[in-house]
């Protein structure tokens, strides 16, 4: 502990001035009434591209990932680095997607997609499926900020859940207070301080190792050594599908999870977004670069912390590369990187899951007439109790048991794909059949998870997303992901119960938005008018 | 295209976004890039190449946000 003492210091330190800035947050960019939704969940929907960037960028790339992604690397080589193309695709794929929910998105005053997906179908039930989704796949993810968190914390030989508890109390305080424009303000030190960090680390540490050629060396060496069949610092036979089909399901999937729409609706104008496209693939460049420390940390001869259960915690391998390798002073910046760096998304995670509940479950079901102030109220309300939902997750189950949630997490928001990313572009398909390609890719995505070991852990079932093609009785080793797999079914599923449905004349829910409305940009009179309306109550 | 002429239809449609394309099929061809030889810097090509294809992700996308803004 007497260790790491100045590590402690500069991480208390750093933290504080950023739980100092979030409570500051509510008066930065003030708006006459916070209010509302526009306001405390949109953060006044006005935010130009710097601040979009750094606040999306916050978002997407999550503590957890720069935690688990170079863990993943250290353990399995090749396969690990699918974060890389995943993160290269994303942008190019949700470019049209993006600003076509941007705009129609303005002129009707949606915050959640389930928003969307109620306008556009006519169904509050295909909206209430779309949110709870939604908010079943929040929650483990924002649980998962902890484990992030509790990575430098063990590093720092801090143990027991006080810390984690009151990390998140004052999160929970802040984020209740100043809404997003929290996570926007702090995300500038977080991403800031994270882009030093690794800039250092990828000039400093392999300079020390002997270059990036004998890290890869010694990388290869151990996994030319290990048994394990699917490492290596090339992918194999038998996983080349599963990387191809795992970077394609995520980058589909990202952009379905609430948290990740928060940021682009709360942007004020088309192109803010389309600049931020090409701007985002920066944290990609140094994800990439974080996810090399795992072969770092290789080279290095790091060993991860042992946990209570008496079994190494790979998640604290980087932690503990940058405690070996770094003076005192900047291995406590770094850890407050990634300290800080969870409580970005875990607020933006809360607000967005607070505003599914409030939009789709409260004013849908509870309170029809609810004003723009109960709205804001009962958000707010709903972000705590997200957070102590999320500490209750992680102190009450088995951190395991959030991992795979996670896991499950982003193969069911996969199944909103129909109705909120193809929704945008054709009113094809049939609310009833779109219910049925849901269900048909749940039941379908949760059976082939439950089918998946983990031998490295003994789990019997949820050990992973690589689905054996040997299990549909093809004869081969090959791996699939499952997420790509149920949103095949979902498709198919949602396109002929469509034709079904039509077939049997069922009635099918009305469209409240218009062709031109999914085109509108900042200046035309019908988003303006909106948010004129919205100030006004 | 977002400042369409009253009475004009508008629409995002553009030859240009077929170059969005490039950044979201090339990631995927792996027999392009799963390889150790030739290494860059001491980077071996499944490391070097999949990181160049951010470049390239990057400049689709400002190509065509620049053409149809």
């Known amino acids: 502990m007497s260790g790491h003492t100045t590590e402690l210091v500069v991480f208390v330190l750093l933290f504080l001035i950023v739980s100092g800035m979030g409570f500051v947050a509510s008066r930065w960019r003030r708006p006459e009434s916070i209010e509302s939704l526009n306001e405390w969940g949109l953060g006044g929907r006005n935010f130009g591209s710097w601040i979009t960037w750094f606040l999306v960028g916050g978002d997407l790339y999550t503590a957890y990932t720069f935690v688990a992604v170079p863990a993943l690397v250290f353990g399995a080589g090749a396969m690990g680095f699918f974060a890389v193309p995943y993160t290269v695709i994303i942008y190019p794929l949700v470019f049209l997607v993006l600003i076509r929910m941007w705009s129609v998105s303005h002129v009707h005053g949606f915050v959640t997609p389930a928003d969307f997906v109620r306008a556009r179908f006519g169904s509050p039930t295909l909206a209430l499926l779309v949110a709870i989704t939604g908010l079943v796949a929040t929650m483990p993810y924002i649980a998962l900020q902890l484990v992030g968190i509790e990575a430098v914390l063990k590093a720092m030989g801090i143990t027991g859940h006080l810390p984690i508890i009151i990390a998140f109390a004052i999160l929970a305080a802040y984020t209740y207070q100043s809404g997003l424009r929290a996570p926007a303000l702090i995300a500038f030190v977080k991403d800031t301080l994270i882009y030093i960090v690794i800039l250092a680390a990828v000039i400093y540490i392999p300079a020390k190792l002997g270059g990036w050629g004998s890290i890869f060396d010694a990388a290869k060496a151990k996994f030319d050594a290990s048994p394990a069949p699917g490492d290596g610092l090339t992918l194999n036979a038998a996983n080349q599908l599963q990387y191809i089909t795992l970077a394609f399901g995520s980058a589909l999937a990202l952009f379905l999870y609430p948290h990740s729409l928060t940021g682009v609706l709360a942007s004020k104008n088309r192109n803010v977004i389309k600049r931020n496209m090409s701007a985002l693939p920066a944290y990609s460049l140094l994800l990439g670069l974080i996810a090399l420390l795992g072969y770092m940390a290789i080279a290095a001869g790091t060993k991860p912390i042992v946990g209570p259960n008496g079994r190494p915690d790979s998640n604290t391998i980087v932690p503990a590369l940058f405690d070996q390798m770094f003076p005192d002073w900047f291995t406590g910046v770094a850890y407050a990187a990634v300290g800080i760096g969870a409580l970005v998304p875990a607020a933006i995670m809360s607000i967005a899951a607070a505003n599914l509940f409030t939009r789709n479950i409260y004013r849908e079901y509870i309170n029809k007439q609810a004003t723009d102030a109960q709205e804001a109220k009962v958000s707010k309300l709903v972000s705590l109790v997200v957070k102590v939902g999320a500490v209750l997750c992680i102190l009450v189950l088995d951190p395991q048991f959030s991992i795979d949630l996670q896991l499950i997490g982003g193969v069911i928001i996969l199944q909103t794909l129909p109705s909120v990313a193809l929704g945008l572009y054709t009113r094809w398909f049939h609310k009833g059949g779109l219910m049925a390609g849901w269900a048909a890719g749940l039941v379908v995505g949760m059976w082939m998870l439950y089918l998946i070991p983990n031998p490295a852990t003994g789990k019997a079932h949820f050990g992973g997303s690589a689905f054996p093609l040997a299990n549909f009785g093809f004869d081969t080793k090959m791996t699939i992901y499952v997420g790509f797999v149920a949103v095949i079914v979902n498709l198919v599923v949602a396109a002929l119960g469509t034709l079904l449905f039509r077939a049997l004349k069922v009635a099918d829910g009305p469209d409240a938005t218009s062709r031109d409305d999914y085109f509108v940009d900042e200046g035309d009179p019908r988003v303006k008018e909106d948010l004129d309306l919205a100030g006004s109550h | ?69």
């Open chain 2, 1 to 69: 295209m977002t400042t369409g002429e009253p009475g004009h239809p508008r629409t995002d449609r553009s030859p240009w976004n077929w170059l969005l394309l490039v950044p979201i099929v090339l990631p995927l061809l792996t027999f392009l890039f799963n390889a150790d030889e030739p290494r860059l810097l001491g980077f071996p090509l499944f490391y070097w190449l999949q990181l160049a294809f951010i470049g390239v992700g990057v400049v689709s996308t400002t190509i065509v946000y620049r053409m149809t803004k």
